[in-house]
C-alpha cells in the first residue's frame, strides 16, 4: 500500500477574477507501507534537530509560506527566528526531504495564461487533482515507486483540509469512466477508456498541524510554485531554486517531457 500526502501552494482561481497567482500548484509525497514507520523517524529526526538548533517546539505545525510572508501567523517559537533564519529553516527542510530514498515527489502546476477565457475556478482544481490522481494511479500500476515492489499494490490519497466532497467526487467519476489520450508509435492518438484502479477508499482529509508528511508536502509545494513564481524575498536570497533541492526524490516518471518530472498543464 502507498499513502499520498498532498498539498497545494498558489489559489485555484482565475486571472479575469482578479487571481493573485498565476499558477496553482498541487505536491504529492508518496511513501511505500512497509517505509512509513523510517519516513516518519527522519521527519521526527529533523523537528529534533530544529529544536537543538533554533528551540522550535516539536508540536508547532511548520507552513513554508507563513515563514516567509506573514510569519505573524506562525507559531511564537518560529517567529522569534529573523527573516534569514526561517529560510534557512525551509532549506534544511528541502534537504531533509530530498535525504528520504523511499519517499518520491508527484507534482502539477496549472499556468492560468495557458487557459482559455472560459475556464473557470472549478475547471482549474479539477484539472490538477485529475491529474495528480492519474500519475498517483499509473506510478503505482507499473511499480515505478521506490521501495517494495508488490504486484497488488494500492494507494491511498491524504490531503490537507481542503474540498474533500469534490475530492471524492473526482475519484468516484475516474473510478467509473476515465478516458485517455493514448499516442501510438504511429504517431496517431486515440482516446482509450481506463478507469482508476490502484487508488482505494476515499480521500483522506488530514489537519496539517497533526501530520509531519503534510507539512514536508507543504514545504515541497511552495518551493514548487515559488520555483516559476517567486515572490521578492525568495528571488533575492536565492529561494527560487530550492525546488531543484528536492530533485533526489522528484516522480520523474510523473512527465517524461520535463526534466524534473513536473506536470505542467
Not at 523537528?47 to 516567509?68: P, Q, T
Not at 532549506?91 to 530514498?101: G, N, T, V
Not at 521501495?147 to 466532497?165: E, H, I, S, Y
Not at 492518438?189 to 480521500?203: K, L, M, N
Request: charged content about 30%; some cysteine; aromatic content about 10%.
Amino acid at each position: 500500500m502507498y499513502f499520498m500526502y498532498v498539498d497545494e501552494s498558489g489559489d485555484c482561481g482565475t486571472l479575469a477574477e482578479g487571481s493573485p497567482t498565476s499558477v496553482f500548484c498541487l505536491s504529492g509525497i508518496v511513501v511505500h507501507e512497509l517505509r512509513w514507520r523510517d519516513a516518519l523517524g527522519d521527519l521526527a529526526d529533523f523537528r529534533r534537530r530544529l529544536w537543538r538548533d533554533h528551540k522550535i517546539n516539536i508540536e508547532d505545525e511548520l507552513h513554508a509560506g507563513e515563514l516567509i510572508s506573514n510569519p505573524a501567523k506562525s507559531p511564537r517559537s518560529f517567529q522569534r527566528l529573523r527573516k534569514h533564519q526561517r529560510l534557512a529553516v525551509i532549506r534544511q527542510f528541502a534537504d531533509r526531504i530530498a535525504s528520504m530514498r523511499d519517499i518520491s515527489l508527484i507534482n502539477v502546476v496549472v499556468y492560468k495564461r495557458k487557459l482559455p477565457p472560459t475556464v473557470t475556478k472549478a475547471d482549474i482544481f479539477r484539472r490538477a487533482w485529475y491529474a495528480l490522481f492519474q500519475r498517483f494511479e499509473n506510478t503505482i500500476r507499473y511499480q515505478n515507486f521506490p521501495g517494495p515492489k508488490n504486484p497488488d499494490d494500492r494507494g491511498v490519497v491524504f490531503a490537507d483540509d481542503t474540498d474533500g466532497g469534490k475530492l471524492k467526487k473526482f475519484l468516484n467519476d475516474m473510478r467509473q469512466r476515465n478516458p485517455l489520450r493514448v499516442r501510438q508509435a504511429t504517431g496517431e492518438a486515440f482516446y482509450e477508456d481506463q478507469p482508476i484502479r490502484a487508488i482505494v477508499e476515499d480521500p483522506v482529509m488530514r489537519d496539517s498541524r497533526e501530520s509531519y508528511f503534510i507539512q514536508a508536502a507543504d514545504c515541497a509545494v511552495y518551493l514548487l510554485k515559488q520555483s516559476i513564481d517567486p515572490c521578492g524575498f525568495m528571488k533575492k536570497h536565492g529561494g527560487n531554486a530550492y525546488f531543484k533541492r528536492l530533485e533526489p526524490v522528484l516522480c520523474k516518471h510523473a512527465s517524461r517531457t520535463d526534466p524534473l518530472g513536473v506536470v505542467r498543464l
